[in-house]
């Protein structure tokens, strides 16, 4: 009898370690889900809507509309909607089970084992493990005051070879809220199409931002839009987002689909109604988190040996810099988790900078937001005496 050859993991994924006392992180989130009195400063959520984009929902599922298979590529109509929120005329919108659905489409498709592609670091880590999937990864350190906490059109011409394909640029960046001039997308634009480069430009947050800028005008059919629901319309639990792009590009990642039979139709009625009444909510919700995060660097600003790297920041999220006061931010995480305050430690989004800074998400309410200022000096002093 010949012995069975266990499996090998054929690809590598960014190690996530679990929380003391917890087996596994889904087990974890699993229970930060199920606490309905934890407050959600952890992942980059929005907890501001009112009914709009759930009552749509709801109509959908009391129609048992679900009950159908929806078109493959989605609806024309929210295509077209996305298309006038970016303000695109001449692309084309693939629709996908979210953002991070279309962060790897886009590396199946396009990257080729030879391929470099850069990110920053700090980070969405997730992107640079879909990238060594199929190609090979290059982080750039930008969690520095003279770069501005983001990847510059300099670092990229420094850290660019004959083999860099596809350069990430999230806008606004996670976990720093930093992001970009209008002058230097053009400038990343100049060296994309000189060096015949894509432009990943992941746009998440975009909605947060006090300006943003969008890079497909100044590099169209070389740029690749990353376009999420999970923010601003405070979906993240549906999983709906798109890659949109020129035909030529959409034309070649829809290769690389495995989902043909469409994207959840409960979650593109609700994407409909959040894009027809955007106008509606989307100034008041920008209001809150302006104000929650001031709130928050007022505290910050009492505490000797902790920071804002980024501020105002143009994103959800910021991070707090706690270097100075000797704190590892995973037991910061850890402590304010145990009073109902779920944060994230900065190893999540950096292999090289994450012992510095805890990131927290802000577009939550403003009651929890004080909550939090009065907590986290308190945690602050509870563990510098450590």
């Given at each position: 009898?010949?012995d069975?050859?266990?499996?090998?993991k054929?690809?590598?994924?960014?190690e996530?370690?679990?929380?003391e006392?917890?087996?596994?992180s889904n087990?974890?989130?699993?229970?930060?889900?199920?606490?309905?009195?934890?407050?959600?400063?952890?992942?980059?959520?929005n907890h501001?809507?009112?009914?709009?984009?759930?009552?749509?929902?709801?109509?959908c599922?009391k129609?048992k509309e679900y009950?159908?298979?929806?078109?493959p590529e989605g609806?024309s109509?929210?295509?077209?909607?996305?298309?006038?929120?970016l303000?695109?005329?001449n692309?084309e919108v693939l629709?996908t089970?979210g953002?991070t659905e279309?962060?790897?489409?886009c590396?199946?498709?396009?990257?080729?084992p030879?391929?470099?592609?850069?990110l920053?670091d700090?980070?969405y880590?997730?992107?640079g493990?879909f990238?060594?999937?199929f190609?090979?990864?290059?982080?750039?350190p930008?969690?520095?005051?003279?770069?501005g906490?983001?990847?510059t059109?300099?670092?990229l011409?420094e850290?660019?070879?004959d083999?860099t394909?596809?350069v990430?640029l999230?806008?606004?960046l996670?976990?720093l809220?930093?992001?970009y001039t209008e002058?230097?997308l053009k400038?990343f634009?100049?060296?994309a199409?000189?060096?015949?480069l894509?432009?990943?430009?992941?746009v998440?947050?975009k909605?947060?931002?006090r300006?943003?800028?969008?890079?497909?005008?100044?590099?169209?059919g070389?740029?690749?839009t990353?376009?999420?629901?999970?923010?601003?319309f405070g979906?993240?639990?549906?999983r709906?987002?798109s890659v949109v792009?020129?035909?030529?590009?959409?034309d070649?990642?829809?290769?690389?689909?495995?989902?043909?039979?469409g994207?959840n139709?409960?979650?593109q009625?609700g994407?409909?109604?959040g894009l027809?009444?955007?106008?509606?909510?989307?100034?008041e919700?920008r209001?809150?988190?302006?104000?929650?995060?001031r709130?928050?660097?007022?505290?910050?600003?009492?505490?000797?040996?902790?920071?804002l790297?980024?501020?105002?920041?143009?994103a959800n999220?910021m991070?707090i810099?706690?270097?100075?006061?000797?704190?590892?931010p995973?037991?910061?995480s850890n402590y304010l988790f145990?009073?109902k305050?779920?944060a994230?430690?900065?190893?999540?989004?950096s292999?090289?900078?994450g012992?510095?800074?805890?990131?927290?998400?802000?577009?939550i309410?403003?009651?929890?937001i004080e909550i939090f200022?009065?907590e986290?000096p308190?945690?602050?002093?509870?563990l510098r005496?450590?």
């Open positions: 009898m010949t069975i050859k266990h499996p090998v054929k690809f590598k994924k960014t996530r370690v679990p929380p006392g917890y087996d596994s087990d974890f989130f699993e229970d930060v889900f199920m606490d309905k009195d934890m407050i959600w400063m952890g992942q980059n959520t501001l809507h009112g009914d709009i984009i759930a009552d749509a929902m709801a109509s599922v129609e009950s159908k298979y929806p078109p609806f109509e929210l295509r077209q909607l996305i298309l006038e929120d303000g695109f005329d692309c629709l089970a953002a279309s962060l790897y489409l590396m199946q498709a396009l990257i080729e030879e391929d470099t592609v850069i920053s700090p980070g880590f997730i992107i493990d990238a060594n999937r190609g090979n990864i290059k982080y750039v930008i969690y520095n005051e003279e770069c906490y983001k990847l059109p300099e670092l011409r850290n660019m070879d083999t394909k596809m990430i999230i806008d606004p996670n976990p809220g930093s992001s002058e230097e400038e634009a100049e060296i199409i000189e060096n015949d894509y432009l990943l430009h992941d998440t947050y909605d947060f931002a300006e943003h800028f969008l890079v497909e005008n100044y590099a169209p070389q740029t690749l990353i376009y999420s629901f999970s923010k601003i979906m993240a639990g549906l709906i987002g792009a020129s035909k030529e590009l959409i070649v990642i829809k290769n690389a689909v495995v989902n043909d039979l994207v139709i409960i979650a009625y994407a409909i109604a027809k009444s955007k106008s509606q909510w989307e100034g919700i209001e809150i988190a302006f104000t929650n995060q709130l928050i660097k007022e505290t910050v600003d009492e505490i000797d040996g902790v920071f790297p980024v501020y105002p920041s143009d999220m991070a810099d706690v270097s100075g006061a000797g704190i590892n995973k037991d910061l145990k009073r305050i779920f994230r430690e900065g190893e999540y989004t292999e090289l900078f012992d510095r800074y805890l990131r927290v998400s802000f577009s309410p403003t009651e929890e200022c009065e986290f308190k945690a602050i002093e509870a005496q450590k």
